[in-house]
């Protein structure tokens, strides 16, 4: 029973919660980074590039039961083909930048907030002699320079 008991707790740390929200909305975000990229931006370029659909990009490296052309790689794995996806392989890096540039914005923000935060003032550790105008320890009754009795 001690162990399920120890389990609970650790589960439900504050810190085990937050990193599993953080992988929940990691992954949601990699599906919409995933959909920008073969959705949004993809298919200008394959457009500028004369209508080419980067995800059916691929190399035959071997002829499956059912002799090719395939159109797709998919087609192509259905037939028992062995192909090399390069397409996919090129939308899968776009995706990649895209996510570590969003994560650098991110951690480019938090630091920036971090650093703007001003340090807590340090209490002072001296005060000035009303005689003679030097700094002595703020606890001292007496100036060690001219001698005067300090009052609190």
Known sequence: MGMVKEFREFAVKGNVVDMAVGIIIGAAFGTIVQSLVA???????GLLLGNVDFSSLFIVLREGAAAGPYATPALAKAAGAVTLNYGLFI???ISFVIVAFAVFMMIRTINRLKREQPAPAAAPTTKDCPFCFTAVP????????????LKG
């Open 39 to 45: 959705d949004i931006i993809m298919p200008p370029i």
């Open 91 to 93: 939308n899968t890096v």
């Open 138 to 149: 703020i606890k001292a009754v007496r100036c060690p320079h001219c001698t005067s009795e």
